[in-house]
């Protein structure tokens, strides 16, 4: 059985389009990878930055909380609550505690900013 000579240019065509096909899906299969890697890569960073930030608010909490503990303690004191200075210092005390960790909080944050990989 022989082929006709008018069927061979189409018959080239056929398998350099089947070659490049293959040649495509080999790429794709491979940029599959390339970018799951890098997904992980991120998704590692996240999670390292979320355990930091999960401390950060711990802290921040604890220490806030910490602070509110002692200023209650203050303000059950009957001198304290009759005396107008001594009563604005104790509110200044509480409200430089939420500045200050307030911004050392923020400061953190910042700090520790997600820098995630590139993809693609």
Do not use: W
Request: aromatic residues 4%; neutral net charge.
């Amino acid at each position: 059985m022989s082929v006709p000579v008018a069927a061979l240019p189409v018959i080239k065509e056929l398998i350099t389009a089947a070659t490049q096909y293959q040649m495509c899906k080999e790429h794709e299969k491979t940029e599959r990878i390339k970018i799951e890697a890098q997904l992980e890569a991120c998704l590692t960073t996240i999670n390292n930055n979320h355990e930091s930030f999960l401390r950060a608010m711990d802290d921040n909490h604890r220490v806030i909380t910490k602070a509110y503990d002692e200023v209650e303690k203050l303000l059950s004191n009957p001198v304290i609550c009759t005396n107008p200075t001594l009563l604005q210092a104790v509110l200044t005390f509480l409200q430089n505690v939420h500045t200050v960790h307030g911004g050392n909080f923020i400061a953190a944050v910042n700090a520790n900013a997600m820098r995630l990989p590139k993809i693609g």
